[in-house]
């Protein structure tokens, strides 16, 4: 372990419950059964991560199920193509609301960004932060940088900034890129200190968290919740759990 620690240029030593503290366990396959929705909230509430996120049907169970734990609930908005009229985005953070919802992850309006349409994005953005700030939601807004590059990443970034957004994140997980060091970074450095980022797409494994950790973000979205903690508490025990250095 110690020569793989050198190799990979760690950095400062971090306990399991920080890497836990970064999670937000998807639970948004469209096949998901009832049966796997439980087995992923006792998940969660096991490992003590930050939040689950569900599809809109299954908000009031995850609520249901994760009332004696501090995992919050999210769920999604115009997911997985953010196509739907703002009003439409609006109506699914609001009753994704009244269900219980803390987070909602909403999908950026892809094809006016590529249009240069950036008042409808920035509209579209601050109808649905309006909406949820009033009670106190989150909002995470997913630009799904596969589709872009880098100057319509970081035009993206500006416009979420303006719109008021709590994070941006990379991508949805349902296109044909996820989460990418690069992104991630170009994303930390156009955003202020207001904005936080998300990773998501693609992280599977403990070093990836925390290279993408080292890049700018400060959460991560993964269904590989299980092995990602199994080695934090590994790492931890041995006292090899840190930082890495890129």
């Known amino acids: ?88 985005k609006v109506f699914e953070a609001v009753n994704a609301m009244d269900a219980g919802v803390a987070d909602l992850d909403m999908v950026l309006a892809i094809g006016k960004l590529r249009s240069r349409d950036h008042d409808y994005v920035r509209n579209d953005i601050r109808a649905v932060v309006d909406a949820a700030h009033a009670r106190s939601a989150i909002v995470k807004v997913i630009l799904e940088c596969c589709y872009l590059t880098d100057d319509e990443i970081a035009e993206a970034c500006r416009v979420c900034e303006k719109a008021g957004a709590d994070y941006v994140k990379t991508s949805t997980g349902y296109s044909h890129g996820g989460a990418t060091l690069e992104d991630v970074a170009l994303m930390r450095s156009i955003c202020s200190s207001k904005v936080s980022v998300k990773a998501a797409g693609g992280i599977r494994t403990l070093d990836a968290t925390l290279r993408l950790r080292t890049a700018g973000a400060k959460m991560i979205g993964t269904r590989s919740t299980k092995a990602i903690m199994e080695d934090a508490f590994k790492r931890e025990k041995e006292g090899a759990l840190k930082e890495i250095a890129l």
């Open 1 to 88: 372990m110690d020569e793989q620690n050198r190799n990979l240029g760690f950095t400062n030593t971090l306990a399991a419950k920080d890497v836990a503290a970064m999670i937000d366990h998807s639970l948004l396959r469209p096949d998901i059964t009832l049966d796997e929705l439980v087995e992923g909230f006792r998940m969660a509430k096991r490992y003590q991560v930050a939040t689950c996120c569900v599809r809109p049907y299954d908000v009031k169970i995850a609520k249901r199920e994760l009332a004696d734990s501090n995992v919050r609930v999210s769920t999604v908005i115009a997911f997985p193509h953010g196509s739907s009229t703002t009003e439409a």
